[in-house]
């Protein structure tokens, strides 16, 4: 930040360093050359900044020769210097005008995930970030969204991010208190009684605390305030496309690795979606020892008959190809998963195995896998992507219905 402003200044003192020059060059040569009175001087000299000059023919004293040149060429670098700051303006600019647009409130990796979502669909986006400008120009400029920066709890920063005029609004910092802060200051002072329905939506990992704001928020008029997580989306997504009902008929036994917060989430979605006639059983398996938290997740869904944890290396797990099992590799290490996939490839054919990946494999071992061993390879990233078009208020205008007012 010093640097860049001693560059400014730097500049700013060559500009006013170099029309110094110019104009007593033209003070002193114009009278003496052209006869000219001082006004007239000056009028002469000032026209030469715009490449102009009125006068009966070239110049021949090598001074205003210079400065006929001189002064053009800092004309330019002034302007060009402008155009740049109104620019870097733009976002200001820009959000002034445009409305019914998604505005994402922390642009890191989920904030960047939505916005590049929405954008591809034909929505549109504008950012509010308080990090240092280098962690996204390049991004911006790359997806052409406009970012305001600054913290996104002050109002006059999503005021000028067109607020007001906004479809809705995500709140997607790394931080839930956070999140669950703005979008509480977002409502207080945009809350209308009259308007088209409009959601700001927060992302809340922790679900504790989303339930208990849900409990606590009571919303009127025509904002309302919903929560999401992109996780709890992405394991949704996954039990709704690989292994519904359908795929899992005759399962029973299911085996998650890695009891993070993904597999958490899977976890909790596989035993809700449970049909009364499926009796499969959960087994959990991490590295760390979770046996509290994994019963307390079973008493919570009233299922402790039916899930069960053990502790163990993903390298020490005996996998087998019994057509009743299945088995979802979910750690958070993209790389120990394929590892274990590729260690998979040994003497099983058929079984269920799903491999959770926030990065694409390559296309040749995923082939090789999936065709010969029964191995799914699933970007969760994808998976929350196509989640989020279902939320209510961000790809289609929200309805009454869908401020949920009891819960959410």
């Known amino acids: 930040m010093k640097h860049r402003r001693h560059y400014t200044f730097g500049k700013i003192g060559l500009w006013g360093g170099g029309v110094a020059l110019i104009f007593g060059i033209g003070f002193y040569y114009f009278p003496r050359d052209y006869d000219l009175s001082f006004l007239e001087a000056f009028y002469y000299t000032l026209r030469l900044f715009i490449l102009e000059h009125d006068l009966p023919d070239f110049p021949r004293s090598w001074p205003l020769i210079f400065i006929h040149f001189f002064a053009p060429l800092l004309a330019l670098s002034a302007l060009g210097t402008m155009v740049t700051y109104v620019f870097r303006l733009s976002p200001v600019i820009r959000t002034r005008w445009i409305s019914d647009h998604v505005i994402i409130c922390g642009v890191g990796r989920t904030g960047r995930l939505l916005a590049e979502h929405i954008k591809s669909n034909g929505g549109t986006v504008v950012g509010v970030d308080s990090g240092s400008p280098d962690s996204f120009d390049e991004w911006c400029a790359d997806h052409n969204v406009p970012l305001i920066r600054g913290d996104f709890l002050a109002r006059q920063i999503l005021e000028r991010a067109g607020a007001r005029r906004a479809r809705g609004i995500l709140f997607a910092a790394g931080d839930d208190l956070l999140n669950l802060e703005g979008v509480v200051n977002a409502y207080d002072w ?121 502790q163990t290396d993903v390298q020490d797990l005996d996998f087998s190809d019994k057509k009743d099992r299945a088995f979802f590799l979910c750690t958070d290490d993209d790389i120990g998963n394929l590892a274990a996939a590729l260690m998979l490839t040994r003497g099983i054919v058929g079984t269920h195995i799903y491999v959770r990946m926030a990065k694409w494999p390559i296309s040749a071992i995923e082939g090789h896998l999936r065709d010969g061993n029964g191995i799914t390879f699933i970007n969760i990233n994808d998976l929350v992507v196509e989640g989020i078009e279902e939320l209510p208020g961000i790809f289609r205008p929200a309805r009454a219905a869908d401020l949920k007012r009891s819960s959410s």
């Not at 679900?207 to 305030?225: P, W």
């Open 190 to 310: 945009l809350r209308a009684d009259s308007g088209p329905v409009r959601l700001l939506w927060a992302h809340i990992a922790n679900e504790k605390l989303a339930q208990t704001a849900r409990l606590a928020l009571r919303t009127e008029g025509q904002v309302g305030i919903r929560f999401f997580d992109t996780y709890h989306i992405a394991a949704f997504r996954m039990v709704e496309k690989y292994f519904d009902c359908d795929v899992r008929h005759g399962i029973r036994q299911v085996t998650v690795i890695g009891f993070g917060k993904f597999g958490r989430d899977l976890a909790e979605v596989l035993m809700k979606s449970r049909k009364p006639d499926e009796n499969f059983t959960l087994r959990v398996a991490d590295i760390r020892d979770r046996e509290k938290e994994v019963r307390a997740l079973a008493d919570e869904l009233g299922a402790s008959d039916r899930v069960s944890f053990f």
